[in-house]
């Protein structure tokens, strides 16, 4: 399965370096994906310069250096090259190719033009390219160690000398287009199956799985019992050949199905299903193998030992069919995690969700420690204990967020504690503000909460910090505005006086536009 999008295939084009899950993720949760908002904060969190603009000449694109996004019809493209009145765009994971006219009369005029550099780069690449490579090890083993066990297996069970050796090979074949089948029925994203579907004029098999008939009883899909007896069939071949002959028959009882299942897609649907009629073709040739190669003769009476041959049967089938619920529900979740994200990073839904908290008067004086932009309109005003494990946490993505953010936020930090004999450290803290500049001293805050809290007394003296009277006296504003609002909860953060809604985290801040 290969899973991509607009913003992957322009940063494959640029050339930056960046990790599939964490481009996938960043684009499917970004509640802006389908806007030039939205890719173009996505291109700036990895460091990509970028600008949006129109048009007025639609001949003037012919100038602007590839690839960049164009806004065509009501979706986004990747356009790759135009060269000779052609133009090569990339649409859905498709590469287009339109004349330079058709590609006018739907092309909007509106361009993000991108543009990478040095410092263009996936945060935390290299950390989330070391997890990507290692499980990527994993699979590649797993694949491996299988296709080891099926080769053992058919050295001794010495396939490699009679017809049951082709057969292995069928049903290998067959396992795999039920594979493709069973991600067609989840939903996901298959070059393979994509090409496999389109191969005849008529062919769509979304149309044929998404029908009443394609599950059995309501409940089980023909692709998960195809894959299971597909399972189980190898199975036996490879490690039971005792009772190939048993396997063969039942085989025999499975054909009125493939005729059953020709029939419904051509005169039910009246569409075909390529895949489908792949793994009927396979049902046929494995018949006519056990007839060439004499699996259907020497039948014995069923013993008490080949009643196992039920587990071998079932058992597969039960299991594979709980691991495509499993999965059907995960990937479900994920992508209603997705669509709730969306629908949670609507600026009128924050701003609802925010109002309907209790507002704290709180002004640029409650507090002389600011970091960001003092003039910016929004302020977020953070009560922190400066011994507090969770509030060293919210340090960090308090500058993650003026980090990514620009100027938009002023950020206000109000200093509690646990107990009167550790205010010596919210006194330390305010006099390294009233001494450095916001950078130094932002800095200084960084080691406190990273570990510096742990050893204060060495810390202090490292610093040199000292308590005046300007210190005490904004320890005093501090105190007393945690007196008037009877906040004590560490961390609490408001913005522009009202409590952050709870179903909110600070990073998600950098998503709103409505700053």
């Not at 322009?10 to 481009?23: C, E, G, P, R």
């Not at 298959?190 to 008529?202: E, N, T, V, W």
């Not at 204990?385 to 206000?412: R, S, W, Y």
Request: some cysteine.
């Amino acid at each position: 399965m290969k899973d991509t999008n607009i913003l992957m295939e322009l940063l494959k084009k640029l050339k930056v370096k960046y990790t599939s899950s964490t481009v996938m993720a960043l684009y499917m949760g970004h509640p802006h994906r389908n806007n030039l908002y939205g890719l173009s904060e996505m291109l700036t969190w990895y460091g990509v310069e970028n600008i949006a603009i129109r048009l007025e000449d639609k001949k003037q694109i012919c100038d602007i250096e590839t690839p960049f996004i164009a806004h065509a019809g009501n979706d986004f493209v990747l356009v790759k090259k135009i060269c000779n009145g052609v133009v090569d765009y990339l649409w859905r994971g498709k590469i287009v190719r339109v004349d330079f006219e058709k590609f006018k009369d739907f092309w909007s005029g509106v361009l993000l033009v991108a543009e990478a550099n040095e410092n263009s780069i996936e945060p935390d690449y290299f950390k989330n390219r070391k997890k990507e490579i290692f499980e990527g090890v994993l699979f590649v083993l797993l694949y491996v160690l299988l296709l080891l066990g099926v080769l053992l297996a058919f050295i001794d069970a010495d396939l490699f000398k009679s017809l049951n050796g082709i057969v292995v090979c069928l049903l290998l074949v067959g396992l795999y287009v039920c594979f493709l089948l069973l991600q067609k029925q989840m939903n996901m994203e298959s070059d393979y199956a994509g090409k496999l579907c389109s191969l005849f004029k008529k062919s769509d098999c979304n149309n044929v799985l998404e029908t009443d008939a394609a599950n059995f009883l309501g409940v089980f899909s023909w692709s998960e019992i195809g894959f299971g007896y597909f399972v189980s069939m190898l199975l036996i071949y490879l490690f039971f050949p005792q009772w190939i002959s048993y396997s063969a028959w039942i085989h025999v009882f499975t054909l009125p199905y493939t005729l059953w299942s020709v029939w419904f897609q051509g005169y039910k649907v009246k569409q075909w299903c390529p895949m489908c009629l792949i793994v009927m073709c396979i049902f046929w040739l494995v018949f006519i193998l056990n007839l060439l190669s004499g699996n259907l003769y020497g039948l014995s009476v069923i013993s008490s030992s080949s009643l196992w041959m039920i587990l071998l049967y079932g058992l597969p089938f039960l299991i594979i069919h709980q691991l495509v619920c499993v999965l059907t529900e995960s990937y479900s979740k994920q992508r209603v995690a997705f669509e709730m994200n969306a629908i949670k990073l609507n600026e009128n839904v924050f701003m609802s969700l925010l109002r309907q908290n209790r507002h704290y008067e709180v002004t640029h004086s409650t507090s002389r420690i600011l970091f960001g932009n003092v003039h910016a309109k929004n302020l977020i005003t953070v009560l922190t204990n400066p011994h507090c494990e969770p509030c060293a946490h919210t340090h960090i993505k308090i500058g993650e967020l003026l980090h990514k953010t620009g100027d938009k936020f002023c950020v206000q930090y109000i200093f509690s504690s646990f107990k009167e004999s550790l205010c010596i450290s919210n006194k330390m803290l305010i006099s390294a503000y009233m001494r450095e500049n916001e950078i130094d001293c932002k800095v200084i805050y960084d080691v406190w909460f990273k570990g510096g809290k742990n050893h204060k007394e060495i810390f202090f003296k490292e610093y040199d910090l000292q308590i005046n009277n300007i210190v005490e006296e904004e320890f005093n504003n501090h105190q007393n505005w945690i007196r008037q609002c009877k906040l004590r909860t560490t961390p609490t953060v408001l913005i522009n006086g009202y409590i952050f809604p709870e179903q909110y985290k600070i990073e998600d801040l950098i998503l709103l536009s409505l700053w």
